[in-house]
């Protein structure tokens, strides 16, 4: 098994009067990714976990960064810290980042701070193979049963591995090395071989996916509930205009006034109570809007559910593939339709241009171009004779200047 971690060597400082170093070999800090790899899917779940390896007994707090290392973080509703574990639900392109994590120890003249490499995680525009739960909600109530399918391999029906990372727990190679569902404490489905079947309790809570040679599916996380309320989401994104129902169960009891929140805010909608136990409602045509953080409370606010979160993605695309291609073979043959389409118009465009130009030369090669003078027939120009009215003008005019003259020298 390998396991994607990034580690460091101890970054501490001394608070004694005498500072000192400890040794480098003594402490190391180091950050895994599960599922394993730097690469995660749109929509997915994925938990990061800081480690301290030392002799010691120190006990750690732990803080985490995002972008760099030592700085505030944005507050995010999908990003939640617990401890040592760093979980993201419903992941998304801005969560395309480094993340660190310190870890520190306070003693009684002592403080131990460590800080690890970054984890870089990089976001995949391309759909993975889609692993199947059956029923499909993030929240389940203990003794109930549950199906885990692995996607169907295009080389081998059972080349897929279901693997498991149990929440609370650390990464041990027992927990992941698998090709059954028995050692996970589930059976093979009697209808499908490729799924395994659990009833869900503590042990069965955690993060879920498969792995196989054609690479992993999605990750999905299942948290098994020993409240006496749970509210049942999508445990993967919808798409807009879906008809999503959320439904409020509870444990035991007759519960005719249950009330739903959104990011911490009620929700004025007509639920509709489907049994004693169960109260649903329901979003038509879900939108952007929609997405967020729900729960259910019950009359009174005695009890409420966990939140779970309802991601919404705007374009439908085909991100359920159960081969990984099907979305990016669609996408390939849109863009090669497309760019066709464009050489066809410019090619028509070309086309009428060349027939216009053409058409325009042989019209005026006839009758608009100018004609030269060695090209005009020869022509004698008719004689005119001149006008009786010049002829009478030129004589006034004779006559009139002969008056000036004799005026201005007499004797002429």
Known sequence: MHTYTHSSRIFSRS???KSFCLPAEVLKV???VWPLGSNIYLGECVLLQCAVESNSSFVWRYRWFMHKPHSAQTPNPRHLVSGDSYS?????????SSYWCQAESRGSNTTTVLLSQPAKLNVSELPPPSLTLTPSTQQIFRGERFTVQCPVSQTNSSGWMLKRFPE???ARTGDFNTDRCSPLGGAVSADKSDACV???DSGTSGLYWCEGAEGRSNA???TVSYGSIILKSPAFPVSEGDKVVLYCQHWTGIHSKTTFFRNGAEIVTNSSVSSDRVTKMTIENVTKADEGSYKCVSEGRKMESPESWLSVRRDRGNSTSTDGTAASTEGSWKW???SCGIVLLFLTLLAVWLVCRYRYQML?????WPVSKEDLPAMELPATKQDVTEVQWDLSWMEMSNLLDRQLYPGT
């Open 15 to 17: 608070m004694t009067k």
């Open 30 to 32: 180091s950050v895994s």
């Open 88 to 96: 993201i639900t419903a992941v998304t392109r801005e969560d395309a």
């Open 168 to 170: 609370g727990h650390r």
């Open 198 to 200: 659990f009833t869900a």
């Open 220 to 222: 999905v996380n299942i």
């Open 336 to 338: 090669i339709i497309v």
């Open 364 to 368: 005026c090669t006839r009758s608009c």
